[in-house]
């Protein structure tokens, strides 16, 4: 059994300068089948075209809503025609938001909720019977330093909230699925430089918070799709309910 006979599924893969498309090309160099889960179709299908074009695997670029479960439902019925049974699953589609908890209403709450955390539950819930199942599996979640520290970076309340809730969901389900072969592991990335940091960062801000950063430098996506990779290959068996931190030592714990 080879990760080559497997499919490792990344959701909200489409962004050109995405932790997800960075995350896809890691994959796939190491051997593993990639579908690229994305609201945008065409995103996903380039994300696809592109990672299969240079790594020479096979790849599947697919719409989906992950807060929809009729739309998940239906993206990996296509996926399970199309590529080989999945083995590795990273839940990488998320929304920030800046919003002051003063300000934030419930309709914000709960749209920053159903993708960061119902989105993650409709795809995890889906796939992991199958991995429980052929007994092997690598879950990782894409969660945020915002979580552990409390915001401080983009993330106001609902955000560091939901991203927290990751954490949890990510421990309990390590347990429970651990027997059967399936390791569950978070990520929690400090700041990164992708188009969601892209020109809200200048000047006296930026400086702020990269004086605040031990290695003087914001993260790039391959500093997370590398840790991602490491914690998908089938030898990283051993290690399951764990957060990795990728923040240049902003936050030390």
């Known amino acids: 059994m080879t990760v080559s006979d497997k499919t490792a599924v990344v959701t909200g893969g489409g962004s050109v300068r995405g932790i997800g498309r960075a ?115 690598r879950v990782v979640f894409l969660s945020s330093v915002s979580a552990e520290r409390g915001g401080g970076v983009f993330g106001g309340v609902a955000y560091s909230a939901a991203k927290a809730a990751q954490l949890g969901f990510a421990r309990a389900l ?35 918070l990269l004086a605040g950063v031990p290695v003087g430098r914001k993260g790039r996506v391959q500093d997370v799709a590398d840790l991602i990779t490491y914690l998908c290959r089938e030898q990283t068996s051993y290690v399951t309910g764990a957060t990795y931190d990728v923040n240049g030592g902003s936050h030390i714990h």
């Open 23 to 137: 995350t896809a090309h890691a994959l796939a160099a190491v051997g593993w089948n990639v579908a690229v889960l994305d609201l945008d179709e065409a995103s996903a299908k380039d994300a696809a075209h592109e990672v299969g074009e240079r790594a020479g695997v096979r790849t599947a670029g697919i719409a989906c809503d992950v807060t929809d479960e009729t739309s998940v439902e239906g993206a990996l019925s296509v996926l399970a025609d199309a590529l080989p049974p999945v083995g590795a699953l990273v839940n990488n589609a998320g929304i920030t938001s800046p919003v002051p908890f003063l300000e934030v209403g419930g309709a914000e709450w709960d749209r920053v909720f159903a993708v960061n955390v119902r989105g993650a539950y409709n795809v995890t819930r889906r796939l992991v019977p199958g991995m429980v199942e052929r007994g092997f599996g």
């Open 174 to 208: 390590a347990r429970e699925v651990g027997p059967h072969g399936v390791t569950v592991n978070s990520v929690a990335p400090g700041l990164v430089d992708t188009d969601i940091t892209a020109g809200k960062l200048s000047g006296e801000r930026e400086e702020q």
